[in-house]
């Protein structure tokens, strides 16, 4: 088991783990995806807000994250431990909407970087240096009350601010860190929430006499115990009358979850005003717990055991975690390559469709075959040409389309399909009718350099009009069978040799643009599946830098 005297080895072998994680995604709608990218989101802020923080600097105060559910007395009962209002609280939800840190002066530079909740913007420090800039320090305690308001109150500030308070009522080496409701009905609160449990060295866990035996605080005393991170429950605003009753039903269902060893401390219904005022509890009413935080802070045994216990519940639980998120990376690559390979067999069955009709001279029809059954005399080789040219055309979309609604047929198989990358697909499928119109007028555009060398080269000088190639060897290349007239007509013009040449040019020239064509929408519609770079060396790269994380662990 690692202890909080970390090697740089071990901080080296995490600091690798880290990194893998990082670069995983999950973005097909495979089971279990969902689940995977909140793993990944959680087990990356242990790791940045709580592991390398504590590992780094085993002296730092322990920080208690107090958590629990809508209306379970969080913000009050911080208030009552500090015995002054720090956090906001009252009957509106959510009350915590930004989180508030509490430690002691002496501790709060720990507190005022980015050692620990580093992607968290620090409300206090901003704010002094908006007033040290403005010269108005004497006015610094209105100045901090506004600037908080506006960042409490702001759309965008209550999204990665933390407040940070100092109190001298708090015992040296102990931050408490009020958190925003667990089950908030804002997205952000509850994964805020989550995330700041998630950097505890201590999780204390509130709940309601009338709420204790919801889903929300049994979900974090699993994970709690999971981790198996220092944990305290705090049973809060429990009528006198049923105190007894309540508690024991309580410590009945802590047994059978297997926390019987669990500290829990229960906290009457009592009116705020009952205590020292301000909505504060009676000083007696919290005494239990603040005594049993204030000796985890100051009792040097007491304080290794409980975070020591947290790291090394933290690093226990990769062995299970991180093979939990190899298995659904290699399950995104697998479902990737399967998508991958719809989408080539689709093309490549068309493209073999697209030779064969070529071959049987299919795509000489409509009014290209029309235009050729009445040449010369009621069309000009530049009418022939192009009407060619668009039966082409209307050749290679019609593979295209055969060959998307293929790889739609076997995407609709495959669940990883259901919510992927295929409305990117489709999207980047949009314009192929005039991506494959310019294609196939540079096609157009080749075949008339290639007559005209031919032409050029003949064995009368002028017996043989480029133009009237040109016609002649795309009927010739696109007609088959229908054709045999306009190869005989270019033998007559160009003799056998040199026919033979241009019409093997002319081939390799067809067979190039429509591999292009295929080949270009193929890749286009591949480009979603390729850009969500899903490597198949992210399963064995996890698992290697597991392993030497628990060999230096």
């Keep these: 088991m690692a202890t909080l005297d970390a090697q740089p080895r071990l901080l080296d072998a995490l600091s690798a783990l880290r990194d893998r994680v990082a670069a995983l995604r999950f973005p097909l709608a495979l089971p279990g995806a969902v ?21 780094r600097a085993p002296e730092a105060p322990l920080l208690a994250v107090v958590g629990g559910s ?19 609280a009252g009957v509106l939800r959510p009350t915590t909407r930004v989180p508030v840190l509490v430690c002691h002066p002496e501790d709060h530079h720990w507190f005022a970087g980015r050692r620990v909740l580093p992607d968290l913007v620090r409300a206090r420090a901003v704010r ?5 800039r403005s010269g108005l320090l004497p006015y610094a305690h209105d100045l901090f009350a506004d600037e908080l308001e506006e960042i409490e109150d702001g759309e965008h500030g209550a999204e990665t601010a933390l407040r940070v308070e100092t109190a001298s009522s708090i015992p040296p080496g102990l931050a408490l860190l009020d958190a925003p409701d667990i089950d908030s009905l804002v997205v952000r609160n509850r994964e805020l929430a989550a995330q700041l449990i998630c950097a505890a060295d201590i999780w204390v866990l509130v709940t309601t006499a009338t709420r204790y035996a919801d889903a929300v605080p049994w979900h974090l005393l699993r994970s709690a115990k999971e981790y198996d991170a220092t944990l305290v429950t705090v049973l809060d605003r429990v009528p006198h009358q049923v105190v007894a009753d309540v508690s024991r039903q309580y410590g009945s269902l802590l047994d059978k979850a297997g926390l019987c060893d669990v500290p829990r401390f229960t906290v009457p219904e009592l009116p705020e005003s009952a205590g020292d005022g301000g909505g504060l509890l009676p ?15 100051q009792d040097p045994a007491a304080r290794t055991v409980a975070a020591t216990r947290t790291v090394n519940g933290v690093l226990v639980s990769l062995d299970v975690r991180v093979p939990a998120l190899a298995a659904a990376a290699a399950a995104q690559h697998a479902a990737a390559v399967r998508l991958s390979q719809c989408v080539e067999q689709a093309y490549d069955e068309a493209a073999a469709r697209a030779r064969g009709e070529l071959a049987a001279g299919t795509v000489l029809a409509g009014d290209a075959l029309a235009r050729w059954r009445g040449y010369p005399w009621h069309s000009g080789p530049g009418e022939l040409l192009e009407a060619c040219s668009d039966s082409l055309a209307a050749h290679l979309c019609c593979a295209v389309i055969h060959a998307d609604e293929r ?20 999207a980047r499928a949009a314009g192929s009718a005039d991506r494959i119109g310019v294609a196939v007028r540079r096609w157009s555009r080749c075949v008339e350099e290639l007559a005209e060398e031919e032409a050029a080269l003949a064995e009368r000088p002028g017996a043989a009009d480029p133009e009237h190639v040109a016609a002649l060897l795309a ?34 020239l067809l067979t190039e643009c429509g591999e292009r064509t295929l080949h270009g929408e193929r890749d286009r519609r591949l ?4 850009e969500l770079h899903l490597a ?6 996890l698992i290697a830098a597991l392993s030497v994380l628990q060999k230096e662990r």
Excluded: C, I
Aim: charged share 30%.
């Design 35 to 55: 689940r995977a990218r909140q793993n990944r989101a959680e087990l990356l802020a242990q790791l940045d807000d709580y592991l390398f923080p504590r590992l």
């Design 70 to 88: 809508t209306g379970a007395g969080k913000s009050t009962l911080v208030n009552s431990l500090v015995r002054r209002p720090v956090s906001p």
């Design 128 to 132: 002094r240096e908006a007033v040290e």
């Design 283 to 297: 000083a007696s009413a919290v005494a239990g717990l603040r005594d049993w935080l204030a000796q985890r802070a």
């Design 407 to 426: 790889m739609r047929e076997n995407w609709r198989r495959d669940r990883a399909a259901g919510a992927g990358p295929l409305p990117e697909m489709t």
């Design 475 to 508: 009927v010739a290349l696109l007609g088959g069978d229908r054709s045999r007239t306009a190869a005989d007509r270019l033998a007559r013009m160009l003799g056998d040799e040199a026919a033979a040449r241009l019409r093997g040019r002319g081939e390799q």
């Design 527 to 530: 480009a979603p599946l390729d």
């Design 536 to 541: 198949p060396g992210h399963q064995a790269g």
